[in-house]
């Protein structure tokens, strides 16, 4: 089941909660829960009640007023509102400590995406094995984005190469990239980026700390 929504109309903090949201679902799912209230979502998920039904009117209506939501019957909706109810074929860039780590997690295969080529600009590393992938040279991205339908782009190169390679797969047709390097890039505004820092993250809660 595809839904398509008008991703215009929708908030980006909307947007980024929604994958809580599954979680949180599949928690209950898992304890054998079948109907859920906004209320008792709002308490795992600390926000309103108000907030929670507001975020779900943007895709439709869900549940019945006085009996809450089905549990699974929401998830599957969220999923397929999501995509997450595809598969979807993943590059990876940079084949270092971190690239590395990356390639091996293995929390990204049964949530639908699958990392199917990695590349690194080291001529030393390319053709060498990691996680069961010959490394590739940059050269031949284009032509394997293309053939191995590769819809996302893991940048995990040193930020002083990471505009360089987010250029290549913009130019590659990859319209979201994750980027673990420390930059904001700059793209073209049909394609999302979506930046993991947790250099940042800390700095953050240092504050919390100190204050």
Do not use: C
Not at 17 to 40: K, M
Not at 113 to 120: E, L, M
Request: glycine share 8%; net charge neutral.
């Amino acid at each position: 089941m595809q839904e398509i929504i008008n991703a215009d109309s929708v908030p980006d903090v909307v947007v980024q909660r929604l994958p809580l949201y599954v979680r949180v679902l599949s928690h209950f799912a898992s304890a054998g829960i079948e109907v859920i209230s906004s209320e008792q979502l709002g308490a795992h998920l600390q926000m309103t009640p108000a907030q929670i039904r507001k975020d779900l009117s943007y895709f439709g209506r869900f549940g019945k007023q006085g009996r809450g939501y089905d549990v699974g019957n929401l998830a599957v909706r969220l999923r397929s509102i999501l995509g997450l109810d595809s598969q979807w074929n993943a590059v990876l860039i940079g084949v270092g400590r971190l690239g590395r780590a990356v390639v091996s997690y293995p929390g990204f295969e049964p949530e639908g995406f699958r990392i199917v080529a990695v590349f690194d600009a080291d001529e030393r590393l390319v053709g060498h094995e990691v996680g069961s992938m010959r490394v590739q040279k940059l050269t031949e991205l284009e032509q394997t984005v293309t053939e191995r339908d590769i819809k996302i782009g893991i940048v995990t190169v040193p930020a002083m190469y990471a505009q360089e390679v987010i250029n290549q797969l913009v130019r590659a047709g990859v319209k979201a990239i994750l980027n673990y390097a420390p930059i904001p890039p700059v793209v073209p505004p049909d394609v999302r980026v979506q930046g993991v820092d947790p250099v940042l993250a800390l700095q953050s809660m240092t504050f919390y700390l100190k204050n």
